[in-house]
C-alpha cells in the first residue's frame, strides 16, 4: 500500500489532514509538542504509542473536539475554522468513531444513522433510510436496524457507530481506539470492517493497541511518546527495524504481554 503513499506526496497533490507544528497543553501538561503529520487520499495511517503519549488528542484535535494552542491543522489545504456551521461542515467531512460508541441511546439504529444525512447534507427521510440500510448492511448489522443501541452488542454498536460517520460521505475516517472497550471476541468483528473500508481505498487515522490491525493495514504507522511524533515508517520497516530507542522500548513491552 505504501507505493500509493508516496506518489500522492510526490505529485505534490493537497493532503486530505495536514497538522504543522500543532502545541497544547492542558494546564501543566505538555500533550503535544510540536505535532506535524500529513495524511494523502486513500492512505491509511495508524498512530500507536504508549498511554498518555497524546495520540488521542491529536486525533480529537483534527475534529477540532479539543481545541489546540499553536500551529495549524488543515482540511484539503483550508484551515479548519474556529466555530459555527463552517466548522459543522468540515466537522461532517470527518468521520469520528470513538472508544465509547456515542450512539443516541433513546433512538434506533436507523435512526442514528440517518439523523446526520436528513439534517446536515438535506437528505429526506427515504433517501437517509434507503443510505442507512445499505451501509448497516455492509458492516453486518442491518438486522438491528429497528433496535435501540442497548439490546446489541458491544461490536454491533460500534459496527453501527461506522454505519453513522460513512452515512455522511466523509472525506476521511478517524477511529480513537476503536476495540478498547470491546471484549476480546468482538473485536475482530470491528477490525474486520475496518479492513475492508481501507481495501476500499477509505482515508483513514487509527488511534489503536492492535499492533496485528496495524502491520497489515497501515500505509504508514506512526509512534508517538511524550506528546511527540518519535518516528514514522512503512509498518514492516517500523516493526522490524525501530530507529528509535523509545519505540524499542514501547515494542519490547508490548512484545513481552
Known amino acids: ?12 497533490e493537497t493532503p486530505v489532514i495536514e497538522l504543522r507544528h500543532v502545541e497544547k497543553h492542558f494546564g501543566d501538561l505538555h500533550v503535544l509538542r510540536d505535532v506535524s503529520l500529513s495524511v494523502h487520499r486513500g492512505e491509511v495511517v495508524v498512530v500507536i504509542g504508549p498511554s498518555g503519549s497524546g495520540k488521542s488528542t491529536m486525533c480529537r484535535a ?3 473536539l479539543e481545541t489546540i494552542d499553536s ?3 488543515l482540511i484539503e489545504g483550508e484551515p479548519l475554522p474556529q466555530e459555527g456551521r463552517e466548522l459543522a461542515r468540515m466537522r461532517a467531512e470527518l468521520g469520528m468513531v470513538f472508544q465509547q460508541f456515542n450512539l443516541f441511546s433513546h433512538m434506533s439504529v436507523l435512526d442514528n444513522v440517518t439523523l446526520g444525512p436528513r439534517d446536515v447534507l438535506g437528505l429526506s427521510r427515504e433517501e437517509a433510510e434507503s443510505r442507512a440500510m445499505e451501509l448497516l448492511a455492509r458492516v453486518g448489522v442491518a438486522e438491528q436496524a429497528h433496535k435501540v443501541p442497548a439490546q446489541l452488542s458491544g461490536g454491533q454498536q460500534q459496527r453501527a457507530a461506522i454505519a453513522r460517520s460513512l452515512a455522511m ?3 476521511a475516517m478517524m477511529f480513537d481506539e476503536p476495540t478498547s472497550a470491546l471484549d476480546p471476541e468482538m473485536i475482530n468483528e470491528v477490525l474486520d470492517v475496518m479492513v475492508e473500508l481501507a481495501r476500499g481505498g477509505m482515508t483513514m487515522v ?8 496495524a502491520r497489515r493495514v497501515a500505509d504508514r504507522v506512526v509512534f508517538m511518546a511524550d506528546g511527540q511524533i518519535m518516528e514514522e515508517g512503512a509498518p514492516d520497516a517500523f516493526f522490524d527495524h525501530p530507529r ?7 515494542l519490547d513491552s508490548i512484545r513481552g504481554h
Open 244 to 250: 528509535t530507542q523509545r519505540a524499542r522500548d514501547f
Open 169 to 171: 460521505r466523509p472525506k
Open 71 to 73: 500551529g495549524e491543522i
Open 1 to 12: 500500500m505504501s507505493q500509493r503513499t508516496t506518489e500522492g506526496s510526490r505529485s505534490g
Open 62 to 64: 483534527i475534529n477540532r
Open 206 to 213: 487509527v488511534v489503536t493497541h492492535e499492533m496485528s490491525f
